[in-house]
């Protein structure tokens, strides 16, 4: 049977090395470490891990946590969290995003290894209804944008065609609204669209059908015409907790809007 992978998400470079030596002395096979949250999806979408050990106290725009839940309910990762603190508080936040196991600083190798193999099997025998690592892979790589926003419309993680689409870099777009980063013009839309962006993209869910929307470049302000399609993404409680959407350019209807 072959090791199983891991993945790490720890800011400090010394704790880092110190888990992947110990990670390698009980037989698994590291992937790499992230050391930040927008490093994590990058990495936990191209290298497929069976599991993510995350360390909470990640600094950046999202922390350990929030990245946690995310990787959780979005990408099906499982997650070990790991802390320095054992505080109710701490256990009681790191609750909400679902980890399959959870480690306290400072940790022996039974403890880690227990840790691992029991969100494993955990992960085996209740994996959340989302789609395979394979058709994430799969989908993320199309020449169509694909996004993956919170319930707010934050930015968790966008493909590089969406790099393309919005002219700004995954990395700066990371946790940005997307009303942000998407310059949306709905007056130039044929019929009523409502004017936020957000409300648009959480109607389009709600009905379950694509609607084409106008956006203009960052670069050239020239009009897009996009197809939209969005659909909710839940945890396991069937709460919303965000969205995927994918905007499809209509070269045709492009044309003719800036004729």
Do not use: W
Request: net charge neutral; glycine share 6%; aromatic share 8%.
């Amino acid at each position: 049977m072959a090791a199983k992978t891991i993945l790490t998400v720890e800011d400090d470079p010394v704790i880092a090395k110190i888990l992947s030596l110990r990670l390698h002395k009980l037989g698994y096979t590291v992937l790499g470490n992230a050391t930040s949250a927008d490093a994590a999806f990058i990495m936990a979408i191209e290298e497929n891990p069976d599991l993510i050990i995350m360390d909470i106290g990640l600094e950046g725009r999202a922390n350990g946590i929030i990245a946690g839940k995310y990787l959780y309910h979005f990408f099906s990762k499982p997650i070990v969290f790991c802390t320095a603190h054992s505080g109710s508080k701490v256990v009681e936040n790191a609750k909400q995003a679902m980890p399959l196991g959870f480690i306290v600083k400072p940790f022996n190798d039974k403890d880690l290894f227990n840790a691992i193999e029991f969100s494993l099997n955990a992960h085996d025998s209740y994996k959340p209804n989302n789609m395979t690592s394979t058709e994430l892979h799969d989908l993320v790589n199309l020449d169509l944008s694909i996004m993956f926003l919170d319930t707010s419309g934050r930015i968790i993680y966008y493909n590089p065609y969406s790099e393309h689409l919005t002219g700004i870099p995954y990395k700066r777009a990371f946790f940005m609204n997307i009303q942000k980063v998407i310059e949306y013009d709905h007056k130039s839309a044929i019929g009523y669209q409502n004017p936020s962006l957000l409300e648009t993209i959480r109607e389009v869910a709600a009905i379950g059908r694509p609607l084409d929307i106008v956006i203009k470049t960052v670069k050239s302000g020239k009009r897009k015409v996009l197809e939209l399609n969005a659909r909710p993404r839940k945890d396991t409680h069937n709460t919303i907790i965000g969205y995927m959407i994918k905007l499809e350019e209509n070269f045709v209807k492009t044309r003719a809007l800036n004729q």
